[in-house]
């Protein structure tokens, strides 16, 4: 089993940066690939970004590329989301996920965290 515990959100102002992270435990934690998905209130959730097992492969949509920068810590099985020049359409609640094989927009990973909300004020 793999637990995730995201941290970090909040409320900033259009412009700002936030910077997300997810704590991972469980075992073979290191041939995981994560990533962040997000949910707007009255939207579908949606992909954000994903990094491999071994960073060595991120991706991201196209609405935050250029402004999020995804990585990881392996040895403290953490993953971050660094959001910079928020906007308002930003705002969602944001899940940390987990999975063996590659996470991509039309993957569903098999491990979530519990979300934690990001609020960008126009």
């Known amino acids: 089993q793999v637990q995730l515990v995201e941290s970090g959100g909040g409320l900033v102002q259009a412009g700002g940066s936030l910077r997300l992270s997810c704590a991972a435990s469980?075992?073979?934690?290191?041939?995981?690939?994560m990533g962040w998905f997000r949910q707007a209130p009255g939207k579908e959730r949606e992909f954000v970004s994903a990094i491999s097992w071994s960073g060595g492969t991120l991706s991201y949509a196209d609405s935050v590329k250029g402004r999020f920068i995804i990585s990881r810590e392996g040895a403290k099985n953490t993953v971050y989301l660094q959001m910079n020049s928020l906007k308002p359409e930003d705002t969602a609640v944001y899940y940390c996920?987990?999975?063996?094989?590659?996470?991509?927009?039309?993957?569903?990973?098999?491990?979530w965290g519990q979300g934690t909300q990001v609020t960008v004020s126009s």
């Open positions: 469980g075992r073979s934690l290191g041939i995981y690939a």
């Open positions: 996920a987990a999975d063996p094989r590659p996470i991509r927009s039309d993957t569903s990973p098999g491990y």
